[in-house]
């Protein structure tokens, strides 16, 4: 079946514009993982959703950020006025149940932003 | 929530057994080991994973000491595919939600 996918897989745009990265999960999967890697670091907890609901949005970086879920299924990150700072490589993860020990996250290819 | 700490380079011979440590010393009870790879420009791929008892699957084993405050990752025979950045990570439950908070990685050199 298909795996996660991610898009625009490259996206350039200059500083103070904003941004829309979409990730579909694996179909049936209830839990999605939004993170950031930034150039040579380890990856970075952005939000978590369960269904449509985001119990944990504690890794969101400022305000200019946010992201929603709409049918248990595809995800949008939305970053506004977007700074140098916030070039990196946007990741997608989903599993199927986050409540179960294996959990397994399958992730996507990822977006690489970069802001002018 | 549990941080991990690994050592940030690693090489290992190929066929050699690659033994990959992991510092979870905060790492609470029902908190999970979970380690991935990340192989250049790919998302991260799952391993295995544990919460106490060692575990062994078809990619690797993982070695939990008795008190949790560390890992080890073992690939048995490495291979030059293995040349990634593999991730220590523990699954942090804070009010029945989970989030995944990696470490910095490690990142392996299988040599030929």
């Known amino acids: 079946g298909a795996g996660v996918s991610q898009s625009p897989s490259n996206k350039v745009t200059e500083k103070g514009k904003d941004v829309e990265l979409r990730c579909d999960p694996i179909?049936?999967?209830?839990?999605l993982y939004w993170y950031r890697q930034s150039l040579g670091q380890g990856l970075e907890f952005l939000i978590y959703?369960?269904?449509?609901?985001?119990?944990?949005k504690s890794g969101l970086p400022s305000d200019r950020f946010s992201a929603e879920r709409t049918g248990g299924s595809v995800s949008t990150l939305t970053i506004q006025r977007t700074q140098q700072e916030d070039s990196a490589v946007y990741l997608c993860a989903s599993s199927s149940h986050s409540g179960r020990a294996r959990d397994e996250q399958f992730f996507g290819p990822g977006t690489r932003l970069t802001v002018l | 929530d549990a941080k991990t700490t690994q050592p940030p380079s690693m090489d290992c011979a190929e066929g050699r057994a690659a033994n990959l440590p992991c510092n979870h010393s905060?790492?609470?009870?029902?908190?999970?080991v979970y380690w991935y790879r990340q192989i250049h420009s790919q998302g991260p791929q799952y391993i295995i994973h544990?919460?106490?008892n060692n575990e062994t699957n078809e990619m690797a084993s993982l070695i939990i000491t008795e008190d949790r405050k560390s890992s080890t990752l073992i690939l048995p025979h490495a291979t030059l595919r293995d040349t990634a950045v593999y991730y220590c990570?523990?699954?942090?439950?804070?009010?029945?939600?989970?989030?995944?908070?990696f470490g910095t990685g490690t990142r392996l050199k299988v040599l030929a």
């Open positions: 179909s049936g999967h209830t839990a």
């Open positions: 544990g919460l106490k």
């Open positions: 905060t790492i609470s009870g029902n908190e999970y």
């Open positions: 959703f369960q269904g449509n609901s985001a119990p944990d």
């Open positions: 990570i523990v699954r942090a439950t804070t009010s029945g939600t989970y989030k995944y908070i």
